[in-house]
């Protein structure tokens, strides 16, 4: 089978009126429930209340429309994404920060779409491969900052700040990224959070200066 050619949607779609919150939102949910596979252009105009001519002069394709929805779902994701603060010092910012993605992780509305593109991953790895590059790639530069900022003030010391975000990132949230992928029994909320702390410590013992 032929990967998507993944396509920038073209058109009027970037002026976000009540039409292409209509189109988003239909197909958002369509994708959701059905998958990529299953889930026709048709059957998105209709849940829209579109015509098919409307729907293709905001998205050209599938694929176009699929892609905008990833966009959008990791800006949503990064505008909710503040640094925390050091006034407290760096242990209290890094648990503050290490427990922004646990909720995140625990809250199952946030995690569905994560969960439709793992399921996507044999038949449209293109598809995921740009899920990476538009959400976790730039967690992994927001992250990478704050932590570059700890380090200009002496607070940590690393040679590359991607790399570090990596391993807090993946200290603190422990395997709960791949019970979400797979679809498992997560932990609960205390269970959660020791593992973090403990992500947090063991990050701390490894850089903190």
């Known amino acids: 089978m032929n990967e998507p050619t993944l396509m920038p949607a073209n058109g009027p779609q970037h002026?976000?009126?009540?039409?292409?919150?209509?189109?988003?939102?239909?197909?958002?949910?369509?994708f959701l429930e059905q998958g990529f596979a299953e889930t026709?252009?048709?059957?998105?105009?209709?849940?829209?209340?579109?015509?098919?001519?409307?729907?293709?002069?905001?998205?050209?394709?599938?694929?176009?429309l699929f892609s905008h929805l990833i966009e959008n779902e990791c800006d949503q994701k990064r505008i909710l994404f503040t640094p925390p603060s050091l006034e407290a010092g760096i242990e209290t910012a890094l648990r503050a920060l290490g427990a922004k993605f646990v909720s995140h992780f625990l809250a199952k509305n946030e995690t569905t779409f994560f969960q439709a593109m793992s399921g996507e991953r044999a038949r449209f790895p293109e598809l995921c491969r740009l899920f990476f590059n538009t959400g976790q790639k730039k967690v992994i530069d927001l992250?990478?900052?704050?932590?570059?900022?700890?380090?200009?003030?002496?607070?940590?010391?690393?040679?590359?700040?991607?790399?570090?975000?990596n391993q807090f990132l993946n200290l603190v949230l422990a395997d709960l990224p791949m019970r979400?992928?797979?679809?498992?029994?997560?932990?609960?909320?205390?269970?959660?959070?020791?593992?973090m702390e403990a992500g947090v410590s063991t990050f701390l013992r490894a850089f903190q200066r």
Request: proline content about 2%; hydrophobic content about 45%; aromatic content about 6%.
């Open 15 to 30: 002026s976000a009126g009540r039409k292409e919150a209509q189109i988003v939102n239909a197909a958002r949910s369509a």
């Open 40 to 64: 026709s252009m048709d059957a998105i105009a209709r849940a829209a209340n579109v015509s098919k001519a409307t729907l293709y002069a905001y998205f050209p394709s599938k694929e176009a």
């Open 143 to 165: 992250v990478a900052a704050f932590l570059e900022e700890c380090r200009e003030k002496g607070l940590v010391s690393f040679d590359d700040g991607h790399l570090a975000a």
């Open 180 to 195: 979400v992928a797979l679809g498992l029994d997560l932990p609960n909320e205390e269970e959660a959070q020791k593992a």
